[in-house]
């Protein structure tokens, strides 16, 4: 029987993101088998030194310098970078997650499901996945104002928090991660603004440290960590079979917002149209006809139909499709569930529909929508969007 690959993990599990990270390389090593897995949490600047000596084949690192990774790559012995952190890209093939695609995920959670018209965008610029999630999210709201902020620890002078009182509420800010978010929350509030009535706070991550401790609880993005894992550990295994290292990094679509009460407001001036949205969130679009937002809101059908058009842009119908299709999109990326029982339980009456729906929205199917999601490559929200006009 042939000796166990001997695989070395660099990892900072202080973090969630890397402790998904490690749960998703642990799923593919043990189906995989034939891998002897070390974790080691702190890279020592000589660290590259004992690999050969040690017999490692391959490496899974968090790159987050330069001087950690070029004797790395001077080695020769396969290695993977998680780490979307250096603006210099490093000739370690990559598998990261899709940061401009969280970016344009977050603009679109604001924009659609919570009709703000006001953003602001806070995060370094000098850490890679920051950059590009700022970048995804101003791209998506560029008809509207977008300020940047620096952190508070970056920049704590008065001119700041003037900037930051004067934002136009209410107002949708991004955070780079979770750590961030959390410290705007304390801000705002210290200025005394309502969280989320005037000001709403996501971040990324889904931190339960930051999350659920916070004193409003924290909304997050939620990104595909194990997934990340799990292709870092294939591409692992395929560099020590003797495959050519990918040209470009491996990118995976974020997972999902997880709503907490940081951005648990829809910011609508017309408060029947408000309860009616709140009622088809509120049960993810599942089995919701206009007819029983009629019923709700007591209003004639052409009355509620010009009333959701002015306040969102946007018919009844349209609205009860959207969510569903959100919905759909979040179990497609996040479980195994088959495709026919996503359909049922989103409200579509047979497969068909979604798929029909999946086209017009991102032009692909459900599996083809699942499997990119999964970490192709390709941004999703590269494919334009299509509204049904119905």
């Known amino acids: 029987m042939s000796a166990n690959l001997r695989i070395r993990l660099y990892a900072d599990v202080v973090y969630s993101y890397s402790r998904g990270v490690l749960r998703g390389i642990s799923d593919f090593a043990k189906l995989r088998g034939g891998w002897d897995v070390e974790f080691i949490p702190q890279i020592d600047p000589d660290y590259v030194s004992t690999l050969k000596g040690d017999g490692i084949s391959g490496v899974i690192i968090q790159a987050r310098s ?45 924009l659609r499901e919570k009709n703000l018209r006001s953003f602001a965008f806070c995060g370094p610029s000098d850490i890679e996945y920051s950059r590009l999630r700022k970048e995804g999210f101003c791209a998506t709201v560029q008809s509207q104002p ?27 800010i991004f955070c780079h991660n979770d750590a961030c978010a959390r410290a705007i929350i304390r801000e705002v509030t210290s200025l005394g603004a309502l969280v989320p009535d005037e000001v709403a706070v996501l971040g990324v991550d889904d931190d339960e440290i930051h999350c659920e401790l916070s004193g409003v609880r924290l909304s997050s993005i939620r990104l595909n960590t194990e997934q990340i894992g799990h292709e870092a550990a294939s591409l692992l295994g395929r560099l020590i079979a003797g495959a050519p290292r990918p040209q470009q990094p491996i990118l995976v679509y974020p ?4 709503t907490r009460r940081s951005t648990d407001v829809i910011a609508l001036p017309d408060a029947e149209v408000a309860a ?3 009622f088809i969130r509120d049960r993810g679009g599942r089995n919701i006809s206009v007819e029983d937002l009629l019923d709700q809101t007591r209003l004639a059908r052409r009355t509620l139909e010009m009333r959701f058009r002015k306040a969102l842009g946007r018919s009844p119908y349209q609205e009860i499709r959207r969510v569903q299709i959100e919905r759909a999109r979040s179990l497609l990326s996040g479980t195994d569930r088959p495709v026919r029982e996503i359909a049922d339980a989103c409200g579509f009456k047979e497969t068909r529909q979604l798929s029909t729906a999946f086209h017009e929205r991102f032009g692909l199917s459900p599996r083809q929508y699942r499997r990119k999601a999964r970490g192709d490559g390709e941004s999703i929200d590269a494919v334009p969007a299509v509204e049904n006009a119905r």
């Open 255 to 258: 997972a999902q917002v997880i």
């Open 66 to 110: 330069q001087e950690q990774a070029e004797p790395l790559i001077r080695s020769g012995i396969p290695a993977v970078n998680v780490a979307n952190v250096l603006t210099t890209p490093i000739a370690l093939p990559s598998v990261f997650p899709d940061d401009r695609a969280t970016g344009v995920m977050a603009a679109d959670y604001f």
């Open 276 to 278: 009616a949205v709140r």
């Open 146 to 172: 977008c300020v940047i902020l620096k952190r508070p620890e970056d920049d704590p002078s008065p001119q700041r928090l003037e900037i930051l009182k004067s934002l136009p509420r209410p107002v949708g």
